[in-house]
């Protein structure tokens, strides 16, 4: 005999748990998760001309089109501040939420026909999903920085802005974006696979969302009695957190930062619990 | 004595039918507001595997009080019809989906194969894909360091691993799957029919992994329509038939009974009406049938009739072709599992194929089979750029020949009233007459001249 009998030992049995998530299966697959990582990275930008080029483009030509139509033919006022820097920041936890969203809500009905196959941790693709987008974020951090040294050393409104210590809480911000969209994600991901009329939603869901988070404008635009319902949003507080970190501008109380921490984990944890429902499953459906 | 490796018990799985998740939230509140109005609609009516609960749709029991336990070391194979239940229960056992009820105890590191090249990604290199691929089936990537050599080398594709897999031939796709999932270490192995891909000599490369794998002392579970491959490589066997367990015994015991079962396969299997889908996005199986001259349905043909087959299949799209045509095919089998002839529907005149429904009917003529049982597999293929399988029912219809003793005792046996040997016992031509009497043959004539 080769190998010699393990302790493992596994119970199939129909669960109706509401929170029942297999860590250790989670642990034991995390080599799938790395190369799953590499995967989602080679991949992207395998057959594109420019390659990982886009990587930096991409919030580049975003906030190129913003600067334009937004602060040129629009004349939103974000006061004194860069055009280009401040929706660069802005975009920063924006683009990272939404790329994870994508790239989540999708997970079930895309890999339908993998699941159906082969058993390994459900939540393994989206996880894999989230960590290879925060390369995408690195870079834009990055991206950042330039712009910053060039307006702040090279341009007279250099001295209306400037870093705050509190940038070390940077990696928090991103945190809580990540389990935001994760939670978000997965939701969306198990409504779908219930109800097809969601994925026409998904799209919609995040324009709207978009407007309705002070990416393009500044939260103190927001007229005072209708701040309470921007701060329900948790994205507003990453979005505006990381304009302040960068630039010292915006609203960022620890009040609000904690109900928004909270909001966000309330729908991490139930989205967990929706998409673990119907992850077990739903390969009898599709 | 040691525990079962495996333990199966009371497994048992429901599936709704005509509800098959695909509806919109809308037809959901409809579905809820019906709740509330008439809250008790009674318990479900119930019909042996389907039972109906009410709201219109059906369900389907895909498992029933399915028990067995498998011990470490045994190469189990699991048989049964279509539909049977196999593909279920495997889904089951490797965590794809979850039983209705019962549970099952598996003591070992579980490994499963239900297709391979699983996960394979297009745009990755071949290395690339063999990393992918063996930790989607659970190795970790120090064990696949380790391996790597080995897996290239029996796939025999050591020149093409740093090349995109969507370069690759389907063949070549295959080979390279299989090996990683051969090299897999796991203590249970399932495994379903992917033996049938690959050219001949690979797939006897890929028996001789199974075997050894089974030496070694690894546990497998097996499924196959291959009763040959069933019998060469298993120990034992598992015959499910409609969702339940009814045999379990040693192989050769089981496959037996897979066959004498057959009395009971139908004669006809009208898919359309179950319900279930059989086909591409190109064409669709519907019916298939046996019947008499007399155009009547039976699994009892006499053996001065002719036997008619006849498949009705739907062609879903317009699809352009250039010289090959889809075709419709048989295949026979004698009850023994060994193939006896195949037959393809000439598709001359039919080189359009418009969109719509379809009957082929294949007379297999009189006095050509024995007095035997036979299964009929149905398929249909075009062979533009490959073989290209739009459906194959295997072993889907099962007939008997009869003959009437008294009636042929002296008519075409002679009088002879025993079994007559052969798959099959066609009515060939004979010539038998009486000759000239020969010169050298006659022994008088030859007596005379040597005198």
Not at chain 2, 337 to 346: D, N, R, V, W, Y
Not at chain 2, 423 to 447: G, H, M
Request: one cysteine or more; aromatic letters at 12%.
């Amino acid at each position: 005999m080769n190998s010699a009998p393990s302790e493992y030992r596994l119970h199939i049995r129909p669960n109706s748990g509401w929170l029942h998530v297999d860590l250790r299966a989670l642990w034991e697959y995390r080599d799938l998760l790395f190369i799953m990582v590499r995967r989602d990275f080679v991949a992207k930008y395998k057959q594109t001309l420019l390659g990982p080029a886009w990587f930096i483009l991409q919030p580049l030509l975003t906030t190129l089109v913003f600067t334009l139509i937004f602060g040129g033919v629009a004349r939103i006022p974000i006061g004194i501040t860069p055009h280009a820097l401040f929706y660069l920041c802005g975009l920063l936890g924006w683009n990272y939420f939404s790329q994870n969203f994508a790239a989540t809500s999708s997970v079930l009905a895309g890999n339908a026909h993998l699941f159906g196959k082969v058993y390994f941790p459900r939540l393994t693709p989206p996880l894999a999903a989230i960590i290879s987008n925060l390369f995408t974020v690195v870079v834009q951090i990055a991206t950042i920085l330039a712009f910053y040294v060039f307006y702040k050393y090279f341009t007279v409104a250099g001295k209306y802005f400037g870093m705050q210590w509190q940038i070390v809480f940077l990696p928090l911000v991103i945190l809580q974006v990540a389990v935001l969209s994760l939670g978000v994600g997965l939701w969306m991901s198990a409504l779908t696979v219930t109800y097809r009329d969601f994925s026409h939603l998904s799209a919609f869901l995040m324009q709207l969302w978009m407007y309705s988070t002070p990416v393009i404008y500044p939260f103190a635009q927001i007229p005072v009695r209708w701040r309470w319902v921007s701060l329900l949003n948790p994205m507003t507080m990453p979005v505006e957190s990381v304009k302040y970190v960068f630039l010292g501008i915006g609203v960022v109380e620890a009040r609000y930062i904690a109900l928004s921490a909270g909001i966000a984990l309330a729908i991490f944890v139930s989205g967990l619990m929706v998409f673990q429902h119907v992850e077990r499953t739903f390969i009898d459906t599709v | 004595m040691p525990e079962p490796i495996i333990e199966v018990r009371n497994l048992s799985k429901r599936y709704r039918l005509g509800d098959f998740g695909r509806h919109t939230f809308r037809e959901q509140l409809d579905r809820w507001w019906n709740r509330l109005l008439k809250k008790n609609a009674g318990a479900p009516l119930s019909n042996g595997r389907f039972s109906f609960n009410g709201a219109g749709a059906k369900d389907f029991w895909a498992l029933r009080d399915v028990s067995f336990s498998i011990e470490r070391g045994e190469v189990v194979g699991v048989i049964g019809r279509n539909g049977a239940g196999k593909s279920t229960l495997l889904k089951i056992l490797s965590r794809i989906t979850e039983p209705t009820s019962g549970d099952a105890l598996i003591r070992g590191r579980i490994a499963s194969l239900l297709e391979v090249g699983t996960g394979f990604h297009p745009e990755l290199t071949g290395r690339e894909n063999v990393y992918l691929n063996g930790a989607i089936l659970g190795m970790k990537r120090r064990e696949i360091q380790g391996k790597f050599d080995e897996i290239v080398d029996f796939a025999e594709m050591a020149d093409f691993i740093d090349t995109p897999v969507k370069r690759y031939s389907s063949g070549m796709y295959v080979k390279l799957a299989f090996a990683v999932a051969a090299y897999l270490d796991p203590e249970i192995l399932i495994v379903d029919e992917v033996l049938s891909v690959g050219d001949a000599q690979f797939q006897k490369k890929c028996l001789g992994k199974m075997n050894s794998i089974a030496r070694e002392g690894r546990t497998i579970l097996f499924v196959s329509h291959n009763m040959g491959m069933i019998t060469s490589l298993c120990s034992r066997g598992i015959l499910l038939e409609s969702g339940r367990l009814i045999l379990n015994a040693p192989a050769n015991e089981a496959v037996m009974g897979y066959y004498t079962r057959g009395h009971l396969s139908p004669a006809s299997v009208d898919f359309a009406r179950m319900g279930v889908r059989v086909g591409d996005d190109y064409a669709q199986l519907l019916e298939c049938y046996i019947k008499n001259p007399d155009g009547e349905v039976t699994p009892n043909h006499d053996i001065n009739n002719a036997v008619i087959i006849g498949l009705r299949y739907r062609i879903l799209r317009q699809k352009r072709f250039d010289r090959a045509f889809p075709y419709a095919q048989i295949n026979l089998h004698a009850s023994g599992g060994a193939l006896i002839f195949q037959s393809m529907a000439p598709t001359g005149g039919m080189e359009d194929c418009p969109p719509g429904d379809y009957v082929a009917e294949c007379e297999i003529p009189r006095n050509f089979l024995n007095n035997e049982m036979y299964y009929i597999s149905v398929a249909m293929a075009t062979c533009d750029s490959g073989v290209n399988v739009h459906f194959h029912e295997i072993n889907a219809l099962c007939f008997q020949v009869t003959e009437r003793l008294e009636a042929s005792l002296y008519a075409r046996r002679n009088g002879f009233s025993g079994p007559i040997a052969g798959a099959i016992r066609p009515d060939l031509k004979w010539r038998v007459e009486k000759t000239e009497t020969s010169r050298l043959n006659n022994p008088r004539e030859s007596a005379g001249l040597l005198a």
